[in-house]
């Protein structure tokens, strides 16, 4: 078995377990294998190994990338996305988990509609405040979404990364504090807002504890990048 393989093996086992003491469904969390800046030859050993959803952070080397793996391969969208991007990335991805504007969202309608695509998509919320982080308030949330819930984008849930200095204790705060305001938009919209994106590396146990229902796991499967964008 490869690195990698053995890497996903043992990540799967701790998400089991994470799970079974959350008193979670099993399946209820999903694992997306975070592969910016890794090649095609390692993505392909995790398809191997059995993964399927990927997580890259720039439209181009995903678009790259997409090209050159299985076609049953579903690529998500985790980093910030530029208006000159929203086209390329509706062409190659299910699922873009970082809109945190009014205006990004509109374009992403205008270009699903001319594209004939409906991907899903999250909102990003910066829920720990910190002023280097994108993503929406969590008060700009609501009328952000408010207005656009007619698609074809669909809106699937929320999305947040957590500061990389934070304790357990902080980290436990702000995964709840992004369920929780979930929880609250749901009856507010009236609509579902099954996905709460959070939960890295790091710190994806205690995302679980808190109601993650994807994991964005990078380094724990690849291995360490030699520089992160
Ligand atoms: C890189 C990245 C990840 C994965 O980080 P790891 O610590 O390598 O697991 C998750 N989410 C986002 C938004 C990222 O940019």
Redesign the pocket.
Known sequence: MTDIANRIRQLQERIQQALANAGRPLDSARLLA?S?TFPVSDIRQAYDAGLRAF?E?RVQEMAEKTAQLPQDCQWHL??HLQANKVRLAVQHAVCIHSIDTPELLERLNRIAREENKAPSFMVEVNISGEASKFGASPDHVEALLAKHLDGPARPCGLMT?APADASPDELHRLFASLRILRDQLEPRLGCQLPELSMG???DFEIALAEGATVI?????IFGG?TY?H
């Open positions: 975070v910016k997580g952070n985790i980093g990364v890295m590396s790091g964005r796991v990078g380094s724990a990048r992160t």
